[in-house]
């Protein structure tokens, strides 16, 4: 069942929903989709590793791994990149996932996954605005793991359905909504991440 979206964010907000999808389902890695406008692929996935230092200060032994795709309007092409932690190996979300597009440091966003989801922040155009879970779907039921995220500053600034719909202000410009909707492709692409041990 899909997200719910806020109304005060559906209201301000130009709506894209995820087509021509391929490997689409949760533990294919989704390799590529469309946007609207704007198609995600090159989808590159780094192997699942368990280290003694933390990205995000979690603390020891955490377990890491990170993808990258690239992303296209059909005239500018833009790269994304994102980490995710897990606080212990899980077949189901947890921990943290953070994205940018583009150069390191500049648009960036870090988000907690998983049920025990706080508010994260994202960084744009040298504005920092708010993202807050959201679990509500359309029939009105809740969810435990966040379905979502709303971002918020002043006003809405969008938000992004896991399963394939963002939601940008109107208004924004060509380059950064192209920007924003870069970044919140990386949270369609996240998965479960399980960490097996070598065999000796």
Known sequence: MAMR???DVAAQSEPLSASDRHSWGVNKGRSSFSMGPYRIDDVAREPVRQTGYSVF????????TGYAYAFSDGSSH??????QEQGKPTTSYSGKLACRCGAPGKDTFTVDIGADAKEGTLTLSGQTYR???????ESGHKSDEPLGYRIDGAQPLGAVELEGRVWTQRGLSEDTRAQLVCMLSGLMLVRPVTYQRPTR
């Open 78 to 83: 833009r790269e994304g990149h994102c980490a």
């Open 5 to 7: 979206a806020p109304a």
């Open 131 to 137: 993202m807050s879970p959201l679990h509500e779907r």
């Open 57 to 64: 200060g979690f603390g020891n032994q955490r377990v890491l």
